[in-house]
């Protein structure tokens, strides 16, 4: 875990986000037991992320304490058990910069306040920083996103991991957007899948949500999908079906089906979500019909932003596309160290 020490009381609120001070830290106190000091060691960090920080994420629908953990696994990994040799080599202690986080192309931003965490896991003294975008605007080539102020040494020691987790969730939040807009004013949403980066999911869900797609379920345990191997293992597609029923009534339960007759048979057994997998348009219509409103329909499989139009005209309710997660590149997104105004003062006074 990481810490800040707490924020100083006397500083001036700012509930707009724009020039925000974590003060005394964005990372560590004197009396943190995390042993970020010169070695910068994340052995044992147990300390917490600023609390106005902290607010944010969780208005975001993001755990706080995960992301800290996702920010020092990161920085952890980078570091290995050492230092930053380069960065300590060339730049000198006491130094201290502004990095501004820039769009080297167009897109939509996710993680901006994921990538403050990494920093703050980081940053041995107080921080400041300014907030030019939130994460779901759409950005242009050449736009600053935010703005840190604190120790060089700090600043890129923390450049790289934060740079992998903001490039990646705003290219998946691009991505997403894309398709969103192609089904603008369908009915249809966007859905994401499990077809995540291990231990990265729920942040990876939160750029499909910045992006104006839907999630999914999150785990295989807050709603159940019956897949074709299940249907093997039970029997049938309502055999499967009614066997998760009764067993865990009170879940949510999606049927995948590969034909209209299985459609019919989860109809017949009471199935309200039902997977259409590997539909063309015309089945899908079809599908529609047969369903007549007795269940939500989603479709998965051959689908492309080309054809996401046609499926959705079809009447589905959900177009399920797992590359919004396993494929979607990266946005490219810099970050340019300036010289900090009145950097030549003792930040700590």
């Known amino acids: 875990?990481?810490?800040?020490?707490?924020?100083?009381?006397?500083?001036?609120?700012?509930?707009?986000?724009?020039?925000?001070?974590?003060?005394?830290?964005?990372?560590?106190?004197?009396?943190?037991?995390?042993?970020?000091?010169?070695?910068?060691?994340?052995?044992?960090?147990?300390?917490?992320?600023?609390p106005a920080l902290a607010a944010l994420l969780t208005d975001a629908g993001l755990d706080p304490a995960e992301v800290e953990d996702i920010a020092t696994m990161a920085v952890a990994e980078d570091l290995?058990?050492?230092?930053?040799?380069?960065?300590?080599?060339?730049?000198?202690?006491?130094?201290?910069?502004?990095?501004?986080?820039?769009?080297?192309?167009?897109?939509?931003?996710?993680?901006?306040?994921?990538?403050?965490?990494?920093?703050?896991?980081?940053?041995?003294?107080?921080?400041?920083?300014?907030?030019?975008?939130?994460?779901?605007?759409?950005?242009?080539?050449?736009?600053?996103?935010?703005?840190?102020?604190?120790?060089?040494?700090?600043?890129?020691?923390?450049?790289?991991?934060?740079?992998?987790?903001?490039?990646?969730?705003?290219?998946?939040?691009?991505?997403?957007?894309?398709?969103?807009?192609?089904?603008?004013?369908?009915?249809?949403?966007?859905?994401?899948?499990?077809?995540?980066?291990?231990?990265?999911?729920?942040?990876?869900?939160?750029?499909?949500?910045?992006?104006?797609?839907?999630?999914h379920r999150m785990s295989l345990s807050d709603a159940a999908l019956v897949k074709d191997n299940h249907v093997v293992g039970a029997g049938g597609v309502a055999e499967a079906f009614r066997a998760v029923r009764e067993r865990f009534p009170e879940l949510p339960i999606e049927v995948e089906v590969d034909t209209l007759h299985q459609l019919r048979e989860v109809l017949d057994a009471g199935a309200d979500l039902i997977l259409l997998d590997n539909f063309t348009p015309a089945e899908c219509a079809e599908a529609v019909a047969v369903t007549a409103g007795r269940a939500k329909l989603e479709a998965s499989g051959r689908l492309t932003l080309e054809n996401a139009k046609a499926y959705a005209h079809t009447g589905v309710d959900h177009l399920a596309v797992g590359a919004l997660t396993h494929s979607s590149p990266i946005l490219d997104i810099g970050l340019d160290l300036r010289e900090a105004q009145g950097a030549d003062q003792n930040d700590s006074e």
């Open 80 to 215: 290995d058990g050492g230092v930053d040799v380069t960065t300590w080599a060339t730049i000198d202690e006491d130094a201290v910069a502004t990095a501004d986080f820039t769009a080297r192309e167009a897109g939509v931003v996710a993680g901006l306040r994921i990538a403050e965490a990494v920093i703050s896991v980081v940053a041995s003294d107080e921080f400041e920083v300014e907030r030019h975008a939130e994460d779901g605007d759409r950005v242009a080539a050449g736009q600053k996103l935010l703005s840190v102020t604190t120790r060089t040494r700090d600043l890129l020691t923390a450049e790289r991991s934060a740079l992998n987790i903001l490039c990646r969730l705003s290219g998946i939040a691009t991505a997403t957007r894309a398709w969103a807009d192609v089904l603008e004013g369908t009915g249809t949403t966007v859905r994401d899948t499990r077809k995540t980066t291990p231990g990265l999911r729920s942040l990876e869900k939160y750029a499909v949500r910045c992006g104006g797609g839907v999630n």
């Open 1 to 50: 875990m990481s810490a800040s020490a707490p924020s100083d009381p006397t500083a001036p609120s700012d509930p707009a986000g724009a020039g925000l001070s974590l003060a005394d830290g964005g990372g560590c106190g004197d009396g943190c037991a995390c042993g970020s000091g010169d070695g910068h060691e994340f052995d044992d960090y147990e300390c917490g992320l600023d």
